[in-house]
C-alpha cells in the first residue's frame, strides 16, 4: 500500500510539472521539428512514455529532467524518422529566434549556422539559450559532466560568432 501512495505521488508531482512546462516542453518539441504538429505529438508521446515508465524513476526530484530527457529522445527520433522520409525543410519559426530587435535575416542566418553545430552542440545551445536552463540543468539532462557541457557551450558559441561574424 505504501508503495502506491508513494507511485500516487510521483503521479500527482509529474502531473504538475507537465502543466508548469507545457509551454517549454513544446518550444523545446517545436525547435527540433520545426514543426508545430508534430511538436505537439512529440509533448504528447513523451507524456504517455512518463506515465508508462513512471515506475522506473528512483528521484522524483529529478522528474522534470527525467521528462525532458524523454522529450528530446522523442524529438531526436521523429527528426530521424522525418528525414528519412523527406528532404528536411529550412523554415523558421518564431520560437527559434532571439530578441525582438534581431532582424528576419539574422534570425534565418542563426537557423541555418544551428543547423551545421553537431547534434550535441545543438540541444546544448537549445537547452540553455532558448530553454533558459542552467548548464548543471543542462549536463543532468544530456547525462555529462557540466564541465564538459561548458566547454561545449562556449565551443559552439565561438562558432556560431566566427560564422555569423563573416
Sequence with gaps: MANNKGVRNVQEELIKI????????????????????????????????AFRKLKQIKEPKYLKIWLIRILINTAIDMQRKNQQTKEYTTEVKKD?????????????????????????????????IFEELS??????IIGKPTSTIKS???????????????
Design 135 to 140: 548548464l548543471d540543468e543542462t549536463a543532468n
Design 96 to 128: 527559434l529566434v532571439t530578441p525582438i530587435s534581431v532582424s528576419l535575416e539574422q534570425q534565418i542566418a542563426l537557423a541555418e549556422e544551428l543547423k551545421q553545430l553537431s547534434e550535441m552542440e545543438q540541444q546544448v545551445i537549445k537547452l540553455h
Design 18 to 49: 507537465i502543466r508548469h512546462e507545457q509551454a517549454r516542453l513544446f518550444r523545446l518539441a517545436n525547435s527540433y521539428v520545426h514543426d508545430e504538429q508534430q511538436a505537439l505529438d512529440i509533448v504528447q508521446i513523451t507524456v504517455e512514455k
Design 152 to 166: 561545449l557551450y562556449y565551443r559552439s558559441l565561438k562558432k556560431l560568432e566566427k560564422k555569423l561574424g563573416e
